[in-house]
T-cell receptor, first 110, second 115 residues
């Protein structure tokens, strides 16, 4: 099916563990984005990528790492998870100046 | 830095009412403005997208307007239904400054339509 998929949809982890959230899109869009959504803060941009092997920081990049070896995949890694990274994470891609969002990953860091 | 504000933060109305949600933005250098709907625990669904050169877009009972010069957009919902209950988010795609090419979101309006 065409679109954006995220995995896992739900994740519980412990402080200090490494976690990777996956994002896959089937449109071959150049631009991809990672957001986190928190009560009181709305949606905030973590990282974005303009093309394979090109990434840049967004508004709240600390504690996160991204890579983009293939156009269709844009994984987000929490190198050492902290409780403040408990959130809902959305991946998005942009085509024809419209952003398309994945279903989100709910992450709980204990 | 672009800032997007949505008013009101929450709205509760009886079924059948017409209602207006407001969105304002500080930097008029935008490509477009998009209204999204988000149901509890779900992702974002795009409702309407207005290009910077357009004044309004309509889809069914929804009508969105854009006044780029004043930095305002409204989402009009006609004959509201309980199924319209959700959070409505406004976002602008920035065409200039440090936010070029990125979306800036408002914090949303939580709409409740009661029978």
């Amino acid at each position: 099916d065409a679109g954006i998929t995220q995995s896992p949809r739900y994740k519980i982890t412990e402080t200090g563990r490494q976690v990777t959230l996956m994002c896959h899109q089937t449109w071959s869009h150049s631009y991809m984005f990672w957001y986190r959504q928190d009560l009181g803060h709305g949606l905030r941009l973590i990282y974005y990528s303009a093309a394979a092997d090109i990434t840049d920081k967004g508004e709240v990049p600390d504690g996160y790492v991204v890579s983009r070896s293939k156009t269709e995949n844009f994984p987000l890694t929490l190198e050492s998870a902290t409780r403040s990274q408990t959130s809902v994470y959305f991946c998005a891609s942009i085509g024809l100046k419209t952003q398309y969002f994945g279903p989100g990953t709910r992450l709980l860091v204990l | 830095k672009q800032e997007v504000t949505q008013i009101p933060a929450a709205l509760s109305v009886p079924e059948g009412e017409n209602l207006v949600l407001n969105c304002s933005f500080t930097d008029s250098a935008i490509y477009n403005l998009q209204w999204f709907r988000q149901d509890p625990g779900k992702g974002l669904t795009s409702l309407l997208l207005i290009q910077s050169s357009q004044r309004e877009q309509t889809s069914g009972r929804l009508n969105a307007s854009l006044d780029k010069s004043s930095g305002r957009s409204t989402l009009y919902i006609a004959a509201s239904q309980p199924g319209d209950s959700a959070t409505y988010l406004c976002a602008v795609l920035n065409a200039g400054g440090t936010s070029y090419g990125k979306l800036t979101f408002g914090q949303g309006t939580i709409l409740t339509v009661h029978p």
